[in-house]
């Protein structure tokens, strides 16, 4: 008999046209649409220059995590490029509403697009697109990741705010390109270091790091993201494992010297770090392991 590969569920998209107020049209302000017909205008700012912003929030066994975080984080980053603000309420009814009309899946990516609209008519564009999500178990299980130069100072967020550090758009060249460059140096991901010397965020990651009972991540005033998987992370820390907690900026040689170290997002989950460049870092298993219940709503 010939192996066939597992289906993969269709995925659902939902256009939120009232993203910013109820539609011109006096339509519904979000409706399930076609996935399989094109939807986005060529004009559309963000196919022109990627101006827009977004969230990827993770839904396991149909249930979605940190929805309203993810969306207060969406409304920040569209506030820094200004953009008007999004209606949080109504795009928490349509992330439901996405979530519902996918086939059940254990793991399921929802992204959420808030783009700047067809250029001249100042209307955001606004979808909503949930997929089963990748199998992400090598990552879980442990990682090489790339230490690269992102280039700009801690102090860049404050002094240049134009660039944009800490804002989650969908300009995702650069960041794609990192990772890229770390699968040629044999790594499955990157560590941005500043240009004066502080370890700071993956391209699509946050950084947590072990010291004794102490967990440490970068500070969001370096011009980090500021990370909703840490954020829960760390309320569990302290307040179930009685454990510390805090922001702090690390050098590259305070993240080898520590007792391990993580990279978090929604969907990966917390995947640890096995070697920092052709450095070894310490695992714990377990503890990976209770950092992915905890991130998926349990406990």
Avoid at 12 to 26: H, K
Avoid at 128 to 135: N, T
Avoid at 167 to 189: C, F, H, I, P, Q
Wanted: hydrophobic content about 45%; some cysteine.
């Amino acid at each position: 008999m010939t192996a066939t590969s597992p289906r993969t569920p269709a995925p659902v998209l939902v256009l939120v046209p009232g993203a910013t107020g109820a539609p011109s049209d006096g339509g519904p302000g979000y409706r399930l649409a076609d996935p399989t017909v094109p939807q986005l205008s060529v004009t559309d700012l963000v196919a022109t220059r990627g101006d827009g912003v977004f969230e990827t929030i993770g839904a396991f066994d149909g249930s979605p995590v940190n929805v309203g975080p993810h969306l207060a984080r969406l409304a920040r980053s569209a506030e820094m490029i200004d953009m008007p603000a999004p209606d949080q309420a109504l795009l928490a009814e349509a992330v439901d509403a996405a979530i519902a009309a996918h086939e059940s899946v254990a793991e399921l990516s929802v992204r959420v697009m808030y783009t700047r609209g067809v250029e001249g008519t100042g209307t955001p564009t606004c979808w909503i697109h949930a997929k089963a999500s990748d199998d992400w178990s090598p990552y879980r299980a442990g990682m090489k990741v790339a230490v690269l130069d992102r280039g700009l100072a801690t102090t860049a967020a404050e002094t240049s705010p134009w660039l944009l550090q800490g804002a989650k758009t969908l300009s995702y060249a650069v960041n794609m390109a990192a990772v890229r460059e770390a699968k040629r140096r044999g790594a499955a991901d990157v560590l941005f270091v500043s240009s004066d010397g502080y370890a700071l965020e993956g391209p699509t990651s946050t950084l947590l790091v072990r010291r004794g009972d102490t967990f440490l991540t970068t500070p969001a005033s370096a011009g980090v993201l500021a990370g909703t998987a840490v954020a829960t992370l760390f309320a569990w820390l302290r307040e179930q494992q009685g454990l510390a907690t805090g922001e702090e900026l690390m050098t590259i040689e305070d993240v080898k010297g520590s007792d391990g170290a993580w990279l978090l997002s929604s969907t990966r989950l917390a995947a640890p770090i096995t070697h920092l460049d052709e450095h070894e870092l310490p695992v714990d298993a377990e503890l990976t392991a209770r950092f992915e219940r905890v991130l998926k709503g349990g406990i």
